[in-house]
C-alpha cells in the first residue's frame, strides 16, 4: 500500500507536465540563488587573511629579515 500511495503522489506531482510537451522544466524543486557562504563572511576572511600577512610582512622587515 506504501508503494502505491507514493506513485499517486509522484503522479500528482508529474501530472501538470503533461500539457508543457518539451518544456518541462529540468527539476521540480524551486531554485534559491543563495551562496553557500554569506558574502559578508567571505569578506572578513579575506580581510583576515590578507591583514594577518601583511602584518607578518611588518614583522619581517622590522626584524631585519
Given at each position: 500500500?506504501?508503494?502505491?500511495?507514493r506513485?499517486n503522489?509522484?503522479?500528482?506531482?508529474f501530472?501538470k507536465?503533461?500539457n508543457k510537451?518539451?518544456?518541462?522544466?529540468?527539476s521540480?524543486?524551486?531554485?534559491?540563488?543563495?551562496?553557500?557562504?554569506?558574502?559578508w563572511?567571505?569578506?572578513l576572511?579575506?580581510?583576515v587573511v590578507?591583514g594577518?600577512?601583511?602584518f607578518?610582512?611588518i614583522?619581517y622587515?622590522?626584524?631585519?629579515?
Amino acid at each position: 500500500m506504501v508503494a502505491k500511495q507514493r506513485m499517486n503522489v509522484a503522479n500528482n506531482a508529474f501530472h501538470k507536465n503533461i500539457n508543457k510537451r518539451g518544456n518541462v522544466e529540468k527539476s521540480l524543486k524551486p531554485k534559491s540563488a543563495d551562496y553557500p557562504a554569506a558574502p559578508w563572511l567571505i569578506g572578513l576572511f579575506v580581510f583576515v587573511v590578507c591583514g594577518s600577512a601583511v602584518f607578518e610582512i611588518i614583522r619581517y622587515v622590522k626584524m631585519g629579515w
